[in-house]
């Protein structure tokens, strides 16, 4: 246990520049700026007619399922791809009674081998001829810690990481030849920027799939390319990755539903980060520790400070007057 001394120190070194009175320059702007090239595009990308390649979309209260439903809606055709064939069976023949036969197809698939997702391809373009939309969405939660579970640490890599990195290598050179715009969306985390402690592994693949899909957008921004990339994060939402199987929604939580049309909108208005919120998480608590967790690397604080004994009321003091200041900003 540090002596009093030392955590007078620890505050002191924390502050200086005050890390409270910087905040308030930036809660009240807008998100982001958009190209509006970026929107036109990811409109046209959702057309009807045109075509969406949904993985972990069979899950039947995930996100996948749920973003499949909502093109559908659009008029768009869908190719479903998971891993669980039964699940992916009946999540098929769900969309199928909104976009009728011939309009979607299930192709079951592990996107941790490179060979599953080569077949998908083929069977996607045999079928559509194109891709539009190409959502990266399939994702596993074993847990590994930083030093435990290798087999894990595997399992969740390949999945939520090399899943992701696979489609991208397998779709985005046609995608980007093909004469009409498209988008890729790959699924995050909010553990993958904050780095909450709990699950490395975790953590770490969906740290890499921010890096991912930010090289992924610069580099279509060099090539003036109509394919567009977005890093989807959503918020604590009530699926079967978070236990939606066996309970009840907590009221804290958003259904699947709210969250794969928040997203939708915001690709729709060509944003690249898309951080979702939730019914006990506000957008303005998301800036407010996403960027204190980016000062702990800028001011040298201890690694995860936030979740360390001696910043634990420095952190309380700042979110509670930052959001203070916002809520000030915004009457």
């Known amino acids: 246990m540090a002596s009093s001394r030392s955590s007078s120190r620890y505050r002191s070194r924390s502050r200086g520049p005050s890390p409270i009175r910087t905040r308030h320059s930036y809660l009240g702007e807008s998100e982001d700026t958009v190209d509006p090239d970026t929107a036109a595009q990811a409109n046209h990308a959702f057309s009807a007619g045109r075509v969406a390649v949904i993985t972990g979309a069979g899950s039947p209260n995930g996100i996948g399922f749920a973003a499949a439903k909502e093109l559908a809606s659009y008029g768009m055709k869908l190719v479903l791809a998971d891993i669980n064939k039964e699940e992916l069976e009946e999540a098929t023949k769900q969309i199928e009674e909104k976009v009728g036969t011939g309009n979607v197809i299930g192709v079951p698939t592990d996107v941790s081998k490179i060979e599953d997702c080569k077949a998908l391809f083929d069977k996607v373009y045999d079928a559509f001829g194109e891709v539009s939309v190409l959502m990266n969405n399939a994702g596993i939660g074993p847990y590994g810690g930083a030093y435990t579970n290798l087999d894990n640490w595997h399992k969740v890599l390949d999945t939520n990481l090399y899943g992701v990195v696979n489609m991208v290598q397998t779709f985005t ?19 993958g920027i904050t780095n909450p402690p709990g699950n490395a592994a975790y953590n770490v693949s969906k740290a890499g799939v921010k890096v991912l899909t930010e090289n992924l957008a610069w580099e279509f921004r060099q090539q003036n390319a109509k394919v567009s990339a977005h890093l989807f994060v959503p918020g604590w939402v009530h699926t079967g990755l978070t236990g939606a199987r066996v309970k009840e929604k907590p009221e804290g939580a958003w259904t699947a539903t709210q969250t794969a049309q928040y997203m939708l909108e915001r690709v729709k208005e060509g944003k690249f980060y898309i951080i979702c919120p939730d019914n006990e998480t506000t957008t303005e608590m998301d800036k407010l520790r996403i960027m204190w967790g980016a000062e702990d690397v800028a001011l040298g604080r201890p690694a995860l400070s936030r979740w360390h004994p001696e910043y634990k009321a420095l952190f309380e003091e700042y979110m509670r007057d930052n959001l203070s200041a916002s809520a000030s900003l915004a009457s």
């Open 173 to 191: 050179a046609v995608m980007m030849a093909q004469e009409n715009p498209a988008v890729i969306i790959n699924t995050g985390s909010k553990q």
